[in-house]
């Protein structure tokens, strides 16, 4: 069974057939070939269930959030504002590029939004300054991935519905890890300039008197993140509640600033329904290969596979790491997570590991995936933004990050409190 799946799955991910009818049709396929009732049947109970979980409706929700921040404008004068403060660093604006995902990323929750949002922004400025395009694209894609970390996360409201974890909780664990990633994508880029000048560029230069001024700039994302983050932890909303209350803020500031136009709205629902359907596609997809894969024991079968092999918790943790980083080779990180979680979480938890603490390392490692080929999401994005030049060089360009994404995962292994510590604080 479990080898059948595995080839399945690949050759029909390898066809080029969509990722949502390949979950589909692999559950099609094991049903008569495994299953002695017929479990077809159940899929539109299986779709209806998984479809109308309160706690997904938060999905397009904090998608047109950070549709709304993007389309009236706020990306541009943000990033002016981080350049501001961040340029005289070695590297420049490469570290606005980096300052900008972080603050967009805690409103959009998405990181897709957040590398195209900040690349739309930054990337005409490689060659008026005279910035090194591979490591400036590879900060803009790296950047990108701080948005399914730094909550609110889309990646860790699906989390918390497979695995029946708290949302609020994981959130509390993704804030010390998402703002220590930043600063350690920062720390590569400081120590890539250090040893290459000159891919540095030219540094944006300003008085403290343009710096102070330009904070009112970064207000509007710092309190919607504030209001969504903080209605959550003061228990006045639930996760739901808290993304519609996220978008009544935006909608709010955009009439404020005079960018609430009906052409506006209309293209930010557009840009949700076709981000929310897709999502919402794949994790119906995989909820019925998943209710398949669990009626014909192949799950149970696989778990016990594994348990058996005997494997240290440690041991058992670097396999995982190895497994998410092949399996990302081939798969779109949101189908990985759907059809892999429900096998590996409880796996970790029963060697021990905390599930909370387990969630925040594979966001780490669906980070990792996004920036590295062949099916780096986040790769693709930005160089569809660049229009032109090497897909070879942005991968380069994103190395550097890479390593610190891997480092975090070693200090997350060596140090579980840094994911733990804000939970234990504020339950």
């Not at 900008?100 to 897709?112: D, E, Q």
């Not at 060697?351 to 980070?367: H, K, Q, R, S, T």
């Amino acid at each position: 069974m479990i080898t059948t799946t595995l080839i399945l799955l690949v050759a029909l991910i390898g066809l080029g057939i969509p990722i949502a009818a390949a979950l589909g049709v692999t559950g099609l396929v094991l049903d008569p070939l495994y299953s002695m009732l017929p479990l077809t049947r159940g899929m539109g109970d299986v779709a209806w269930g998984t479809s109308t979980e309160f706690l997904l409706v938060a999905i397009p929700l904090f998608i047109l959030l950070g549709e709304i921040l993007l389309r009236a404008g706020f990306a541009e004068s943000m990033y002016s504002a981080m350049s501001l403060w961040l340029s005289w660093l070695p590297g420049g604006l490469m570290h606005a590029n980096i300052g900008a995902s972080t603050l967009f990323a805690a409103t959009s929750g998405s990181s897709v939004a957040t590398a195209a949002t900040v690349g739309t922004v930054a990337i005409p400025q490689i060659k008026r300054l005279g910035y090194n395009e591979s490591l400036f694209l590879g900060s803009i894609a790296a950047g990108g991935t701080l948005g399914i970390l730094i909550p609110p996360s889309i990646n860790l409201v699906i989390y918390g519905v497979l695995t029946n974890s708290s949302v609020p909780k994981l959130y509390l664990a993704g804030v010390i890890p998402g703002f220590a990633l930043a600063v350690m994508f920062m720390l590569a880029v400081v120590i890539v300039c250090l040893i290459k000048p000159a891919y540095g560029g030219h540094r944006i230069t300003g008085n403290w008197g343009e710096r102070l001024r330009s904070l009112r700039h970064l207000l509007p994302p710092i309190g919607i993140f504030l209001m969504v983050v903080g209605s959550i932890y003061m228990g006045l909303a639930t996760p739901t509640e808290a993304a519609a209350l996220g978008v009544f803020g935006a909608l709010i500031l955009a009439a404020c600033f005079r960018r609430l136009t009906l052409p506006m709205l209309s293209e930010a629902l557009l840009g949700t329904m076709r981000s929310s359907v897709l999502i919402m596609l794949i994790i119906v997809a995989a909820a019925f290969l998943n209710f398949v894969m669990a009626a014909i024991g192949l799950t149970t079968a696989l778990t016990e596979a594994i348990k058996n092999l005997g494997f240290s918790p440690g041991w058992m943790l670097f396999i995982i790491v190895i497994f998410y980083v092949l399996l990302g080779t081939f798969m779109e990180t949101l189908s990985m997570m759907i059809v892999t979680i429900p096998v590996t979480a409880p796996l970790m938890t029963s060697l021990g590991y905390d599930p909370i603490w387990f969630g925040i390392v594979i966001i780490i490692l669906v980070e990792t995936v996004l920036i590295t080929p062949p099916v780096g999401l986040n790769l693709f994005v930005v160089q569809s933004l660049r229009k032109s030049g090497s897909m070879n060089s942005l991968i380069i360009g994103a190395l550097p990050f890479v390593v610190m994404l891997f480092v975090m995962l070693a200090l997350l292994a060596f140090f579980p409190d840094l994911a733990l510590w804000l939970p234990r604080v504020f339950s």
